[in-house]
Nanobody
């Protein structure tokens, strides 16, 4: 099984910065991609950023130029540096990992963290 532990959320003023981290552990053979989704009250879940094992990244248009995703493959950990935060970034951020494990057969699944609240407010 794979566990994801998130950290780094909280309250920040507009224009401020936060860094989220997501550490994966368990019987992991490899991680294909890691990233974050977010969901604000009354809104649909949105893919914020993703990074694949080779280092390629993708961002939502709303965060391009402000957020940066990175990854430490040796630690199975991803980071999301969020700068120039504004009220529209307020949401629950959930990290995910698309990981390959062995359970008698090779299985690739998406795993999720517990979610962390990010609130941008003065």
């Amino acid at each position: 099984q794979v566990q994801l532990v998130e950290s780094g959320g909280g309250l920040v003023q507009p224009g401020g910065s936060l860094m989220l981290s997501c550490a994966a552990s368990g019987s992991i053979f490899s991680i294909n991609a890691m990233g974050w989704y977010r969901q604000a009250p009354g809104k649909e879940r949105e893919l914020v950023a993703t990074i694949v094992s080779g280092g390629g990244t993708r961002y939502a248009d709303s965060v391009k130029g402000r957020f940066t995703i990175s990854r430490d493959n040796a630690k199975n950990t991803a980071y999301l540096q969020m700068n120039s935060l504004n009220a529209e970034d307020t949401a629950v951020y959930s990290c995910y990992a698309n990981a390959k494990t062995y359970r008698g057969i090779w299985v690739t699944n998406d795993y999720w963290g517990q979610g962390t609240q990010v609130t941008v407010s003065s």
